[in-house]
């Protein structure tokens, strides 16, 4: 158990729909990323958030977007749903200092289907 | 339920030298194995990924992973490392159930020394 907690693990919708999915970090961890995976592209980094900030943007797109809370957890919205954002959704923690490689903790995934 | 056990949390090893990172994974199912790298303040990249076909699979940056079935390993090998190669590298499985969990090994971290 690495101590993330993702919810749901698995999210049936349809397209134009939108859907909130949601990431508890390790104890004491002040980062959070979030991943999409698809078995063909692999894991795609989508944003990081640190202390209730964003800290770093990857390949997110305008209809998604994510915010992190006071008590840390970390929440990611994707809207106006399509076929193609079917994908196993992660959610990573880690400590959160600066200029070193840190550790990351994964949640379970979100699977979500978009019908 | 599916594990995957990174036997090394680090490694260090000198510019030049062969390493090798080792991933062990248990699973009741047909997996799909991927190794994904961290560098400094960036997100991950996936270096390789074994779905089916060849054992021997080759990623980027010159890095391959076998997949041995009966060991039920996917260890990550480089001949000759450079100190660029300094990261941290995670082993995952994906099991080709309903569920399409993936599940990530605890990481190694890989210092490469001049």
């Known amino acids: 158990d690495s101590g993330v907690t993702q919810t749901p693990k698995h999210l049936i919708t349809a397209t134009g729909q939108r859907v909130t999915l949601r990431c508890s970090p390790r104890s004491g961890d002040l980062s959070v990323y979030w991943y999409q995976q698809s078995l063909d592209q692999g894991l795609q980094f989508l944003i990081q958030?640190?202390?209730?900030?964003?800290?770093a943007k990857g390949n997110i797109l305008e209809r998604f977007s994510a915010q992190q809370f006071p008590d840390l957890h970390s929440e990611l919205n994707l809207s106006s749903l399509e076929l193609g954002d079917s994908a196993l959704y992660f959610c990573?923690?880690?400590?959160?200092?600066?200029?070193?490689?840190?550790?990351?903790?994964f949640g379970s995934g979100t699977q979500l289907s978009v019908l | 339920a599916q594990s995957v056990t990174q036997l090394d949390s680090q490694v260090p090893v000198f510019e030049e030298a062969p390493v090798e990172l080792r991933c062990n994974y248990s699973?009741?199912?047909?997996?799909?194995l991927f190794w994904y790298v961290q560098y400094p303040n960036q997100g991950l990249q996936l270096l390789l990924k074994y779905l089916s076909g060849s054992t021997l699979v080759k990623g980027i940056n010159g890095f391959e992973a076998e997949f041995n079935k009966s060991q039920t390993s996917f260890h990550l090998r480089k001949p000759s490392v450079h100190i660029s190669d300094t990261a941290e590298y995670f082993c995952a499985v994906g099991s080709s159930g309903s569920a399409r969990q993936l599940t990530f090994g605890s990481g190694t971290q890989l210092t490469v020394l001049p």
């Open positions: 990573a923690s880690s400590a959160g200092n600066r200029g070193r490689v840190e550790k990351l903790f």
């Open positions: 699973s009741s199912v047909s997996v799909y």
């Open positions: 958030y640190y202390n209730g900030e964003e800290r």
